[in-house]
């Protein structure tokens, strides 16, 4: 079966879809927010779901949720019931930025603040607020660490690139934010293959086995996101490259999004750097922007969160910021 980035996982959200929504706290007093997923596919959603629960209940709110199952006139659906319950504010991860326009209008013409989590809409002239991570800056960063190692230990490089669904925005500025880089370093670096995923974990292993039986000699690779680390590891393994930092045939290897896993090979000496979106930011961005609106205040329809890039040398200082590495901790504790 085709495992893809947006085919929907029942088991995780089984659960909150039958109830259809699910009171996260109980004050008493405050503010009533809504939480609305298009599904929990990866571990980023489910974490980011968890910190929201927690900030939701440290800031005395109550909070509400749905999941709609990827399917976007279900959450439309959501949306109206939300205003009709007489939420405060609407927090939405959209599966298609055109199709949410109409939400926001509903939610403008109820006079209730909308943020956009991880995902903007498309432009229009309904107002509401998106938080983003930078992803072309994040790429361009990670790009750039992963050159400066590769200057340090010499030759020439063979790159290959995993690009996600060019429909996604963040897919288009991760690829872009890698070529910034790469084509400043045309001397030491070449491109050999570009694979197109579409976010979809089997199409990245057979676009990858392709590329490297087509250049065996492929030493510099970049993942638009770290959900297709094990098919990376599995081509690269059947392929006797998968080696340590510093072993000889060592693969300079760069991730994108922070996850548990990147954070495992990242602690086991074979990811080199990682961009990672800053998802405990994101969530007090995305809070912050309601209590702006409450105020009266009207910030930027989208607001950037800058991320960071860790590598095996700044890894200690930096695990902690690393949502992948939270997962990490549970899984091992």
């Known amino acids: 079966m085709s ?117 903007p809409p498309a432009a229009s002239d309904a107002y509401s607020v998106a938080i983003q991570a930078d992803n072309r800056k994040i790429m361009q960063g990670t790009v750039q660490s992963l050159v400066e190692q590769a200057k340090k230990a010499g030759g020439k490089y063979k790159a290959a690139l995993l690009i996600g669904d060019l429909g996604d925005v963040n897919a288009i500025q991760r690829r872009d934010g890698f070529f910034d880089v790469v084509n400043q370093n045309k001397d030491l670096i070449e491109v050999v293959a570009r694979i197109s995923t579409e976010w979809n974990a089997d199409k990245a292993f057979a676009g990858l086995t392709n590329a490297i039986q087509a250049n065996p000699d492929i030493n510099f690779l970049v993942t638009s996101s770290d959900f297709l680390h094990p098919q990376i590891e599995q081509v690269l393994k059947t392929a006797g490259k998968w080696h340590k930092r510093g072993e000889e045939g060592h693969v300079t290897f760069g991730g994108f999004d922070g996850d548990e896993g990147a954070y495992a090979r990242l602690k086991d000496g074979y990811l080199d750097a990682c961009g990672v979106q800053n998802l405990f930011l994101e969530v007090d961005m995305a809070f912050q922007a309601f209590e702006d609106m409450w105020a009266g205040k009207k910030p930027d329809k989208l607001l950037l969160d800058p991320g960071f890039v860790i590598t095996q040398d700044n890894l200690a200082e930096k695990q902690d910021q690393m949502w992948g590495f939270t997962v990490w901790k549970k899984q091992h504790a």
Do not use: C, Y
């Not at 939480?35 to 929990?40: A, G, H, M, T």
């Not at 709609?68 to 949306?79: G, I, R, W």
């Not at 205003?83 to 930025?97: N, R, Y």
């Open 3 to 119: 495992i893809t980035r947006r085919s929907f996982n029942l088991g995780l959200a089984a659960g909150a879809a039958s109830a259809g929504f699910a009171t996260l706290s109980h004050a008493q007093q405050g503010r009533k927010v809504a939480l609305l997923f298009d599904s929990l596919v990866s571990p980023f959603w489910v974490t980011g779901l968890d910190i929201m629960r927690d900030q939701v209940k440290k800031r005395g709110w109550t909070g509400l949720e749905a999941i709609s199952n990827l399917d976007d006139n279900k959450q439309f659906e959501q949306v109206k019931a939300m205003i009709a319950q007489k939420v405060d504010g609407i927090l939405i991860i959209q599966t298609d930025s055109k199709a949410v326009i109409p939400a926001i209008r509903a939610a403008n013409a109820a006079n209730i603040p909308m943020v956009h989590f991880n995902r």
